[in-house]
């Protein structure tokens, strides 16, 4: 072989060689990453809540709650406890007093406003196709979901628990800006489950006492009906109900 043939030849192997070199290797994803799994938004929820004066305390609480909530993350198959990645709602821990629903009735608790990031949860939840594991309604419809849509949570007595039942991993993030509580579950890809309520019946308070009293009559209670339609188009039917109760 003539001189100008082996340069020629060294040439185009070292053309070859960094050609080869260029092409950038794909990274191995590290320890606890996913990757290309949670770019879509699966399904999202909303609701509001007031911010000034007397409820700045239970606002702050919201807002705690929502960034205690933000970034959970569940494999296939895992289950997300409410109460354990919230945590204790303590003073210590920056919760305030603030109403809250417990028997019916508003009082004040550390705390108060928390079921309103549990029961934005739970909307979102069905939204997106989530296994409702426990859920329990107050004792009466809250104002900021549709009746039958909230989801009461009380730490060390009542937990919200969903299951992920997909083949993909699933992330909340929850935000809560301008009086408005965010609720979002990313995944792999958009589901579309569609969630709507019906009143079925309502139930009648308690008898008047033996004076007749109107002033001691009771609050009606309500059966509620809870449909959850997947995009194949199969219905799922949970009922709730509101115990009637005494003036």
Same mark, same amino acid.
Not at 14 to 21: L, M
Not at 168 to 193: H, K, N
């Given at each position: 072989?003539?001189?100008?043939?082996?340069?020629?030849?060294?040439?185009?192997?070292?053309?070859?060689?960094?050609?080869?070199?260029?092409?950038?290797?794909?990274?191995?994803?590290?320890?606890?990453?996913?990757?290309?799994?949670?770019?879509?938004?699966?399904?999202?929820?909303?609701?509001?809540?007031?911010?000034?004066?007397?409820?700045?305390?239970?606002?702050?609480?919201?807002?705690?709650?929502?960034?205690?909530?933000?970034?959970?993350?569940?494999?296939?198959?895992?289950?997300?406890?409410?109460?354990?990645?919230?945590?204790?709602?303590?003073?210590?821990?920056?919760?305030?007093?603030?109403?809250?629903?417990?028997?019916?009735?508003?009082?004040?608790?550390?705390?108060?406003?928390?079921?309103?990031?549990?029961?934005?949860?739970?909307?979102?939840?069905?939204?997106?196709?989530?296994?409702?594991?426990?859920?329990?309604?107050?004792?009466?419809?809250?104002?900021?979901?549709?009746?039958?849509?909230?989801?009461?949570?009380?730490?060390?007595?009542?937990?919200?628990?969903?299951?992920?039942?997909? %083949?993909?991993?699933?992330?909340? /993030?929850?935000?809560?800006?301008?009086? $408005?509580? #965010? *609720?979002?579950? =990313? &995944?792999?890809? !958009?589901?579309?489950?569609?969630?709507?309520?019906?009143?079925?019946?309502?139930?009648?308070?308690?008898?008047?006492?033996?004076?007749? %009293?109107?002033?001691?009559?009771? /609050?009606?209670?309500?059966?509620?009906? $809870?449909? #959850? *339609?997947?995009? =194949? &188009?199969?219905? !799922?039917?949970?009922?709730?109900?509101?115990?009637?109760?005494?003036?």
């Amino acid at each position: 072989m003539t001189r100008l043939a082996l340069l020629t030849l060294a040439l185009l192997c070292v053309s070859s060689t960094a050609s080869a070199t260029t092409e950038p290797s794909p990274r191995a994803p590290e320890a606890g990453e996913v990757r290309d799994e949670l770019g879509a938004v699966v399904a999202s929820a909303s609701t509001r809540f007031r911010t000034r004066g007397r409820h700045r305390d239970r606002a702050v609480n919201v807002e705690l709650a929502a960034k205690l909530l933000d970034g959970a993350t569940l494999a296939p198959h895992e289950v997300l406890s409410f109460n354990e990645r919230v945590g204790e709602r303590s003073a210590a821990r920056g919760f305030r007093l603030a109403p809250e629903l417990a028997n019916g009735e508003l009082r004040r608790g550390l705390g108060g406003g928390v079921c309103q990031v549990s029961s934005t949860l739970h909307v979102a939840a069905l939204r997106a196709g989530l296994e409702i594991v426990e859920h329990r309604t107050h004792s009466v419809p809250a104002p900021y979901v549709d009746p039958g849509l909230d989801a009461t949570v009380s730490w060390g007595r009542i937990d919200y628990r969903v299951r992920n039942p997909h %083949d993909f991993p699933v992330r909340v /993030r929850a935000d809560s800006t301008g009086g $408005v509580l #965010r *609720v979002r579950i =990313e &995944g792999a890809t !958009e589901l579309r489950y569609e969630v709507h309520t019906e009143m079925v019946r309502e139930l009648p308070p308690p008898a008047l006492d033996e004076a007749g %009293d109107p002033s001691t009559q009771g /609050r009606p209670g309500l059966v509620i009906r $809870v449909v #959850r *339609v997947s995009p =194949e &188009g199969r219905r !799922e039917v949970m009922l709730r109900r509101y115990a009637p109760r005494a003036a």
